[in-house]
């Protein structure tokens, strides 16, 4: 009984991902480098142009990297794309802050690499905003132990637009969209069709 209790709370834990508390990013020490290649103010393009992250420890902190078991490098929201959209919104505790949507890059921590270096093309589903890239050392709980953005503490500096697909693009993907609809509708209503004739057949 109680064992199975034990498997209901950690489903629940699982589904909630709740149950570790949630760190506050307030408490988490910049202990990372990470340079992006867009420049200030540049724009890009989704699902056309790349970005080229490179991150490492910080080897002038004073602290240690050893609890450190992986890294994720994201997208994240400039303050100016947040304005009015709770879905995007900073909150302090990382289980429910919106800030970061977009992995470029996870993986295992490995201290011996100073320079880590990642070229990502940004994702065709990356909503036109105002971005930075912050990147997250985790401990072997799963939890944010470390940080470093491109940024300033104020997320004022060195952020870069990213534009929607192009026109072209974007009519092509609407159109794709719409035939995908309109097969399933077709299949399903073919299927009806199918069904009541089946009935019609049944009932005679
Ligand atoms: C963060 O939020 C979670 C979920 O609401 C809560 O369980 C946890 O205690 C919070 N953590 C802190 C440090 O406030
Ligand atoms: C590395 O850490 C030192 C000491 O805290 C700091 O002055 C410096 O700005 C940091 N470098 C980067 C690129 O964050």
Redesign the pocket.
């Known amino acids: 009984m109680e064992s199975r209790l034990f498997v209901a709370l950690l489903l629940l834990c699982l589904a909630a991902e709740?149950?570790y508390?949630?760190?506050?990013f307030s408490s988490l020490p910049r202990t990372l480098e990470i340079t992006a290649s867009p420049q200030q103010g540049q724009v890009l393009r989704a699902g056309e142009d790349r970005i080229t992250v490179s991150w490492g420890f910080n080897q002038s902190v004073q602290a240690s990297d050893e609890s450190y078991k992986r890294v994720k490098v994201s997208l994240c929201y400039a303050p100016v794309s947040q304005v009015d959209r709770g879905w995007r919104k900073t909150v302090d505790?990382?289980?429910?802050d919106k800030t970061c949507q977009f992995t470029i890059v996870e993986r295992a921590y490995d201290a011996s690499v100073r320079n880590h270096i990642y070229e990502w093309m940004i994702e065709k589903d990356v909503p036109e905003a105002t971005y930075f890239v912050r990147v997250y050392a985790y401990n072997s709980a799963g939890e944010e132990v470390a940080f470093g953005q491109t940024t300033d503490v104020k997320k004022k500096s060195d952020l870069f637009e990213i534009r929607g697909i192009s026109g072209r693009h974007l009519s092509l993907e609407i159109a794709s969209v719409c035939f995908s609809a309109f097969s399933v509708a077709s299949l399903f209503g073919f299927f009806l069709i199918e069904k009541s004739k089946a009935k019609g057949f049944s009932k005679n």
């Open positions: 709740s149950c508390g949630g760190v506050l505790n990382l289980s429910k």
